[in-house]
């Protein structure tokens, strides 16, 4: 029975989606409708199905019944990590639905929460091709070869990848992955012996990549562009990788539980947010920003039925942008993304900053002396900017930052600049821009009152 029902759900939005893609002149209206109208079938199923929702909605007072529009999603309460951590397996998953026979995509943890998401085989596929868009959206053709230089993960045993592979055969989506942990020229050689006509993976690895590379190497590393995913994509790396591959840089916002939830647009720099596949709502203290201001994302996938995650909290900081974007596609916008929850710096007074605060402070730095950076908080009253350089500070830049900064930060702060060799990436083989030691001081502490990685693309 519940097997049946998830198969006239998928049927359903795959239908209502053909529809909407076969209209000549989409509207942003269009997309609403179908956007409730998913949203409509997902809670109805989530509720009658899912244990986890029933009871959240029985003892917030929730008629999932009058939850008809994206507008009423504020009356549902917003579930974290936490929140879903510490329930069986069994709770969050549809009834009737062999946990075994479910694709586990474990989030990578990097926040100490790591957590299983759990998806068909078909909402596993269903939801790639939302990213296949995005990137044929930003170029790639279906003879591309893309190769992905990131944290190469085993893969699933029920996710047969027979798509893939079969497509692969005839030379559409080729994708080929390279591992991160890799040294820098072992890289190289591969990318060398590949030749991506696309080129993917961590900008922190593939700005150190752009740097290193001969004009030898540019003859046969010669991607027509690359799209970055998996972690903050600073305006410094996107120059270095622009100058060292003389190609545009476009990045893509996703993550475990949702794929893909933002991609850039090629004409205006904001990120359209996947408005048919994720309900993106950016809160502070649990209500919506406007359009220029910062808030933390909740997400609701209208795909996902064997396990739903409705108003969702990913932990991650943005700045909403515009309800439609400038060039004219009907989807809204992420103007950028700045990171995590969790590496908000907590200062002795109990205030919390955002590391992009300090960013912003060190941009006049960047092309004069710094070749890359990573701000750290060691202690709640000392905070570290570490910098690798490719030549001294000239007079009085090194003062001037240290003062913005102290400023910023107030005087029961430390700001220390420490010059290093290298800034070595983590176990998964990225380059954090930020990083608080204080972790535990912050875990489940928003805006409001959560988020796994931005996702390799």
Not at 34 to 49: E, V
Not at 427 to 434: A, E, F, L, N, T
Request: aromatic residues 6%; glycine residues 8%.
């Amino acid at each position: 029975m519940f097997l049946r029902s998830l198969a006239s759900n998928y049927l359903e939005n795959m239908r209502a989606l053909k529809g909407l893609r076969a209209r000549p002149r989409l509207t942003q209206g269009d997309m609403e409708a179908f956007r409730d109208s998913c949203l409509r079938r997902l809670i109805i199923h989530a509720y009658a199905n899912v244990p986890y929702y029933r009871q959240l909605f029985d003892s917030h007072g929730v008629d999932p019944a009058k939850i008809r529009t994206v507008e009423d999603l504020r009356h549902v309460p917003i579930t974290s990590k936490k929140d879903l951590q510490v329930q069986p397996p069994s709770d969050l998953v549809t009834r009737g639905v062999d946990l075994q026979s479910l694709i586990v995509l474990m989030t990578n943890g990097s926040s100490g929460q790591p957590f299983a998401v759990r998806r068909t085989w078909l909402e596993q596929n269903w939801l790639h091709t939302f990213r296949l868009r995005a990137h044929r959206y930003l170029g790639r053709r279906l003879t591309d070869r893309m190769v992905r230089v990131g944290h190469v993960r085993p893969v699933d045993v029920r996710d047969s990848k027979i798509l893939g592979r079969a497509l692969g055969k005839l030379g559409i989506y080729r994708s080929v992955e390279v591992s991160t942990l890799l040294e820098p020229e072992d890289i190289l050689a591969r990318l060398r012996d590949l030749r991506p006509q696309v080129l993917n993976g961590y900008p922190g690895v593939l700005s150190r990549l752009a740097g290193l590379m001969s004009e030898s190497d540019r003859k046969v590393i010669s991607p027509r562009f690359v799209v970055t995913g998996a972690e903050v994509l600073t305006q410094q790396q996107r120059e270095q990788i622009e100058t060292g591959l003389d190609v545009p840089v476009y990045d893509i916002y996703g993550c475990s539980e949702f794929n893909v939830v933002a991609w850039e647009c090629k004409d205006t720099g904001e990120m359209h947010t996947c408005d048919d596949a994720v309900i993106t709502e950016v809160v502070q203290d649990g209500h919506s920003v406007i359009t220029g201001e910062r808030g933390e994302v909740v997400a609701t996938g209208l795909h996902s039925y064997a396990m739903p995650l409705i108003r969702y909290r990913l932990d991650d900081v943005v700045t909403k942008g515009d309800a439609r974007c400038a060039c004219g596609l009907p989807y809204a916008t992420v103007r950028t993304v700045q990171g995590r929850v969790a590496d908000h710096f907590v200062l002795p007074s109990g205030r919390m900053i955002h590391p992009f605060e300090i960013d912003e402070e060190i941009r006049d730095e960047r092309d004069a002396w710094v070749a890359q950076y990573q701000l750290v908080q060691e202690r709640t009253d000392l905070i570290v900017l570490q910098v690798v350089s490719f030549v001294d500070p000239p007079p009085g830049r090194l003062s001037s930052l240290t003062n913005s900064v102290g400023a910023l930060l107030g005087e029961d702060v430390k700001f220390e600049v420490r010059f290093v060799r290298e800034i070595p990436p983590d176990s998964g083989g990225k380059h954090r821009v930020y990083r608080s030691l204080l972790r535990a001081n912050v875990e489940g502490v928003g805006m409001d009152g959560e988020h796994d990685r931005p996702s390799a693309s």
